[in-house]
């Protein structure tokens, strides 16, 4: 069997006969191989990186592939909490609900017992003087394990309009499990540029009208809580650069080539309100074209509207699963700074993501996480308005209503379609239409019978 199974184009293998596996986090695996002494590299079988607590089933699965690896240093930046859950996982048995089925229980036990006496967390600082001093104990396993690869749901590929999804809800973690759902049901599946599949969509447009930043919704279904986000904020908030990183969000919007690009939009927009100038970006024509490593977050607009700020935030790529609520989150305070500085309101958060995709690691994750929190149906308050339906006389009488409760305009006709055709650029939400086109069905039924009608009421024929 090729060794890694798993992941193989993003590890570096220093020595294929190594007995240390170091992992990294999110600082680069490069420069923690660049920063390795000669010497210390024949001890060195993987130099791999974990972004994510759900890649320990990959460590797993490759190391017990591989009986030479019985040693691992964890060292690095953790921007997700992935290296302090690993550390939990292995000396306080926690996040077992994460590891796949297919690896069994006795053998994930075994893992943690031999790798809790054999890990070592260190700085990278400490990283050559802790190598020198170690020696290769005898191989714990005996022979390669090869678990079954993790069964994934069976996606049906339905038809849809393949660009341009238009999601909106008021709170993020909502509005999460409705794009988990598109994405699951329409993407296209395709390779992926870290060789592993993915499911896309192509421009997803997701509108967060009512989330305050200062008391986030945060229900226990996220896989991450509110200090987890205090902790990610930062990438966006202030211009920082973690050792060993490239750059973050926050350093290219607040400090691109010395200018703070958050600054100029609020400077802007105090000086001309009305102005469509307000914009920062992320991405360095010098340095990011042919980059791999390229900013995914690329831009921010803010405009001024009814005297709130309007959020719009254009993502390359975005992984909706691991990525998306966090990124949501962190724009949504973006938007609180910009408008508490001009002393308005937040308006809505606009995110247009261009790739928004899934990766098939999370799959079944994020499948499972839909069908046991998303709601039967996902009816919202429809920003062009209300209707009000009566019978009178021989005719349809439909007022229409702002969405405070103001009258608007009347429609009048004989039948459902001719009210149908009158109002149908009003209606903005799928659930909307759908209950008004029943509606207007009952109502021109009862003006045929000649029975009463009533909103929302049965009909009595």
């Not at 993987?46 to 089933?57: H, T």
Request: aromatic letters at 10%; one cysteine or more; proline letters at 4%.
């Amino acid at each position: 069997m090729a060794w890694p199974k798993y992941y193989s184009n993003q590890i570096i293998i220093p020595n294929a006969d190594g007995f240390i596996g170091i992992i990294c986090g999110w600082t680069k695996k490069e420069h923690i191989n660049e920063i390795i002494s000669d010497e210390n590299k024949s001890k060195i079988g993987a130099i791999g990186q974990l972004y994510s607590k759900e890649g320990i089933n990959y460590i797993i699965r490759n190391i017990f592939c591989n009986p030479k690896i019985s040693k691992l240093i964890v060292t690095g930046n953790d921007l997700s909490g992935s290296l302090k859950f690993f550390h939990n996982f292995l000396t306080e048995n926690q996040g077992l609900q994460i590891i796949h089925k297919e690896i069994p229980a006795d053998k994930v036990q075994e893992f943690r017992m031999w790798f809790k006496k054999n890990t070592i967390f260190i700085n990278e600082s400490e990283l050559n003087q802790v190598l020198v001093k170690q020696n290769a104990p005898e191989n714990w396993l005996k022979e390669i394990i090869d678990f079954p690869d993790q069964k994934q749901r069976e996606n049906t590929d339905f038809p849809s309009e393949e660009v341009c999804f238009r999601l909106e809800d008021k709170k993020i973690a909502d509005l999460w499990l409705k794009v988990l759902d598109r994405v699951l049901k329409f993407g296209v599946n395709k390779m992926s540029q870290y060789a592993e599949m993915q499911r896309e969509l192509v421009n997803i447009t997701t509108i967060i009208s009512d989330e305050d930043p200062d008391n986030p919704f945060l229900p226990d279904f996220l896989y991450f809580n509110k200090k987890d986000l205090e902790n990610y904020y930062p990438q966006l908030m202030t211009d920082h650069i973690l050792d060993g990183v490239e750059y973050t969000y926050g350093s290219r919007f607040r400090n691109f080539n010395g200018i703070n690009q958050v600054k100029e939009m609020i400077k802007e927009l105090k000086e001309n309100n009305f102005s469509r100038r307000a914009i920062a970006f992320t991405w360095d024509v010098m340095k990011d074209t042919g980059n791999p490593k390229s900013p995914c977050i690329n831009l921010i607009q803010a405009l001024v509207q009814r005297e709130r700020v309007y959020l719009t935030t254009f993502i390359r790529s975005n992984d909706m699963y691991r990525a998306w609520p966090q990124n949501a989150f962190a724009l949504r305070n973006v938007q609180k700074e910009i408008a508490q500085a001009l002393n308005l309101k937040i308006g809505k958060l606009c995110i247009v993501s261009s790739s928004a995709h899934i990766y098939e690691r999370d799959f079944l994750s994020a499948s499972e996480m839909v069908e046991k929190h998303k709601p039967k149906t996902e009816c919202i308050q429809d920003p062009r308005g209300n209707f009000e339906i009566k019978v009178e006389q021989d005719k349809i009488v439909v007022s229409h209503f702002s969405p405070d409760g103001q009258f608007i305009q009347k429609f009048e006709g004989h039948s459902s379609v001719e009210i149908q055709n009158q109002i149908f650029t009003f209606i903005s939400d799928i659930l909307h239409a759908l209950d008004l086109g029943k509606e207007l069905a009952k109502a021109e039924l009862a003006l045929k019978k000649k029975v009463p009608y009533l909103q929302d009421q049965e009909l009595k024929i």
